[in-house]
C-alpha cells in the first residue's frame, strides 16, 4: 500500500500533447481529467509520475512517466486516496 496517493493535474497544453499517450492512465472528475499516481517527484529534470491503471481483464500495469514540468498544474496529495477531494 502506497504511503501518500497523488493526483497530477495536467494543463490544457499538456492534455493536448499527452492525451493520446496516456489516455489508458486518465481519470475524470470535477475538475477535469487527471493522472492518479502512487508516486511523484518533481525534483527531476522532468516530472516523474508512477501510474497504474486497470486492464479489461482486472489486473494492473504499472508505468513510469516523465512529464515536461510546464505540462503540470498542479499535484495533490494525501495520506488517503479519499481525501483526495474529487476522485
Excluded at 502506497?2 to 475538475?31: M, R, W
Excluded at 486497470?54 to 503540470?72: C, L, M, Y
Amino acid at each position: 500500500m502506497a504511503s501518500k496517493y497523488f493526483c497530477l493535474v495536467l494543463t490544457a497544453d499538456g492534455l493536448a500533447e499527452l492525451a493520446p499517450v496516456v489516455k489508458d492512465y486518465l481519470h475524470e472528475g470535477s475538475i477535469g481529467r487527471y493522472l492518479y499516481c502512487r508516486e511523484a517527484d518533481p525534483g527531476r529534470n522532468y516530472f516523474h509520475v508512477v501510474s497504474e491503471r486497470v486492464k479489461d481483464d482486472g489486473s494492473t500495469i504499472e508505468s513510469e512517466a516523465f512529464i515536461p514540468h510546464r505540462f503540470v498544474k498542479v499535484v495533490i496529495s494525501s495520506p488517503d486516496r479519499k481525501h483526495i477531494g474529487y476522485l
